[in-house]
């Protein structure tokens, strides 16, 4: 499995952003995907995660009710759509596949990641 984060950029504060991750290889059903983040000097921190039906979905409590994560199973893509960005925001974005069965917000539990993007908010 090979995934490809693309979508960063530099953003006014307020701005929206949209993330892809296209995914090749075999991403079984029992997959779930996420979207991780590193803000500079900062630990890897978790953002949002969809399992593959799309009807379970946690968000970290940080960017609830502002970010938002999808998947189109077809086109074998996730997506995280950022509106009102906060200069907090500010990290490289990583999409994960967790490779195993079940639900995790822990990055140590997925197997597969995509090399990241850079999203950078100004205030």
């Known amino acids: 499995v090979q995934l490809q984060a693309s979508g960063g950029g530099l953003v006014q504060a307020g701005d929206s952003l949209r993330l892809s991750c296209a995914a090749s290889?075999?991403?079984?059903?029992?997959?779930?995907m996420a979207w991780f983040r590193r803000a500079p000097g900062k630990e890897r921190e978790f953002v949002a995660l969809?399992?593959?039906?799309?009807?379970?979905?946690v968000y970290a409590a940080s960017v609830k009710g502002r970010f938002t994560i999808s998947r189109d199973n077809a086109k074998n893509t996730v997506s995280l759509t950022m509106n009102s960005l906060k200069p907090e925001d500010t990290a490289v974005y990583y999409c994960?596949?967790?490779?195993?069965?079940?639900?995790?917000?822990?990055?140590?539990?997925?197997?597969?990641w995509g090399q990241g993007t850079l999203v950078t908010v100004s205030s």
């Open positions: 994960a596949a967790k490779g195993t069965v079940g639900s995790s917000t822990d990055g140590a539990t997925y197997k597969y």
């Open positions: 969809i399992n593959w039906s799309g009807g379970n979905i």
């Open positions: 290889g075999h991403i079984s059903s029992t997959y779930y």
